[in-house]
């Protein structure tokens, strides 16, 4: 390794001129002794200087080739993560449609049955968290997201033999132990690949609501199945989602890499580029070794419980203002609509919301340089609060206002994507990535078990219960969002202080340095995105 000089190594364009900077024999000790405390990437920089053909390998790379592994990157990680989601979306929040096709009836739901078998799913996914999280830094994390993807179509395809309400009760708390990896896993997977500034666009549209137009799809073909193929149109339903939820799982299996770093799709050359292109980030790419140093950071770092709280408060509301929850299409359906549709007003739905998501964070990304992705974030959850108000006071006689205002409300997940950005862009060392990733997916659980129970049958059609707990969540999470952004700036002049005291450590440009599996508190020249 002697001999390699760093800006080799370094995400920047050919023909960047610098002071070389040798790696030396002492801290190539280092790499090859301490495989706990260098991330992945390092460790596979590391070992590519030692090639043969290394000069070539970590020769500056040009914008031409950056671009090119971007998209492929583009081309297999977004379709991947964003289909899977899709669907664990899907068979999530497919009780709400398959009720008003008979499952409700025919299952015998009565009292709160219905709700607590929206709510199971969850409960499932607070028991796992944190072991799934776990499993996944332990072993192959592209084979565990797959596996559990799997085994989503299998409890799916099980749901259409229930008979009653405990066989849908064990469905779905089974469904939700092998859910509770979606959305932290798949942050973990888009910080491995994408830089800071790439992330907020991939994440909106991984983090798609395009549940609502495939359920809302499948569900309107099997309303016209009354028994005719020997099942009910819930069943069929479910069967539906089961078996396309399974075979996107084993292509998962076959296409989704661990890291860029074991990518068999990409070049030796284009593995580098992947990796480095990602040094300015300092978040790291993967470690499979927990450190309890992090662990107890990330536990004592305020950000952990900000955004926990912020997003118990942005998904309190998410129950009801989902497209497919399990009370939308009932409401809808109270409007005077039929059950067919019913089922075709929800796909328009789940499009409001991933439009608005994706304005947003293209907002928030172009007023990056202003630093005000938190305060975007928090503007955005203005328009869900206004279409609440609507809601409430206009008559249900109304049809058409009462729609409008539902379909405002929709606009609720744009401020839990940005936040989700925000919480990928401000955390770094993968243990602490797991915990604060695991935290963050947490509030969402508690949210949604939360939600589900502030809409009480006896209050149809108004919600008078469910509405002031979405106004009281908004107008909290709104606080929270502003403290958030507070806490980073003091943070930031903190490190700023710190670096005016030291310039040796602002100047510095060490390898070891850059792919240490440092948290953001360790790393001295992190910066947080605003």
């Not at 950056?66 to 964003?82: G, N, S, T």
Request: aromatic share 12%; glycine share 8%; hydrophobic share 50%.
């Amino acid at each position: 390794m002697s001999g390699v000089q760093t800006d080799s190594l370094e995400a920047t364009p050919q023909g960047t001129e610098k002071d070389e900077t040798v790696v030396t024999a002492e801290q190539e000790v280092v790499v090859e002794g301490s495989e706990a405390q260098m991330d992945v990437a390092g460790l596979f920089l590391a070992n590519a200087a030692k090639r043969g053909d290394a000069a070539d390998l970590l020769a500056p790379y040009n914008p031409q080739e950056e671009k090119a592994v971007i998209r492929k990157a583009d081309m297999i990680i977004v379709p991947l993560l964003l289909v899977a989601l899709m669907m664990g979306a899907v068979d999530k929040n497919a009780l709400s449609t398959a009720a008003v096709l008979g499952l409700r009836a025919d299952l015998n739901l009565v009292g709160q049955q219905y709700s607590w078998a929206g709510s199971l799913i969850f409960f499932g996914s607070l028991v796992s968290l944190f072991p799934a999280l776990f499993a996944m830094q332990r072993f192959p994390a592209g084979k565990v997201v797959s596996g559990c993807v799997i085994i989503w179509g299998v409890v799916s395809l099980c749901i259409a033999a229930c008979k009653n309400f405990a066989g849908l009760a064990v469905c779905r708390f089974v469904l939700g132990l092998f859910e509770a990896l979606t959305f932290p896993g798949f942050s973990l997977i888009i910080s491995s690949w994408y830089t800071r500034k790439e992330q907020v666009a991939r994440t909106a549209l991984i983090y798609s609501t395009l549940s609502s137009l495939t359920n809302g799809l499948l569900s309107y073909a099997s309303s016209f199945v009354h028994g005719q193929l020997g099942v009910e149109a819930w069943q069929l339903l479910f069967l539906l989602i089961g078996a396309i939820t399974f075979a996107w799982g084993v292509l998962l299996f076959t296409f989704l890499p661990d890291s860029p770093v074991s990518a068999k799709w990409l070049t030796d050359r284009q593995r580098i580029i992947a990796v480095t292109r990602l040094k300015d980030n300092r978040t790291g790419v993967e470690n499979k070794h927990f450190k309890w140093s992090q662990c107890k950071e990330a536990f004592l770092d305020i950000k952990t419980w900000l955004i926990f709280l912020i997003n118990i408060c942005l998904n309190v509301p998410s129950e009801f203002s989902l497209p497919l929850s399990p009370f939308n299409s009932i409401i809808v359906n109270n409007l005077g609509f039929s059950s067919k549709e019913t089922m075709l007003l929800a796909i328009p739905t789940g499009m409001i919301s991933w439009v608005g998501s994706l304005l947003f964070s293209w907002v928030a990304v172009k007023s990056e340089h202003r630093k005000h992705r938190c305060l975007v974030a928090a503007a955005s959850c203005l328009l869900p609060l206004l279409g609440t108000i609507l809601l409430h006071v206009i008559p249900r006689s109304n049809k058409g206002g009462s729609l409008g205002s539902l379909y405002i409300v929709y606009f609720f997940w744009a401020p839990y994507i940005i936040m989700t950005t925000v919480v990928i862009a401000n955390t770094g060392g993968y243990t602490k990535k797991t915990i604060v990733y695991g935290m963050s997916y947490l509030g969402y659980l508690v949210g949604n078990i939360i939600g589900p129970q502030t809409f009480r049958a006896n209050q149809a059609p108004a919600y008078t219960g469910g509405v002031v707990a979405m106004l009281v969540c908004y107008c909290i999470g709104i606080l929270l969002l502003l403290a958030y952004y507070f806490n980073l700036r003091r943070l930031n002049r903190a490190k700023e202080d710190w670096l005016a005291q030291h310039p040796e450590e602002a100047n510095a440009d060490n390898l070891l340095d850059d792919w240490r599996d440092e948290t953001d508190f360790e790393s001295k020249r992190f910066r947080y995105v605003l």
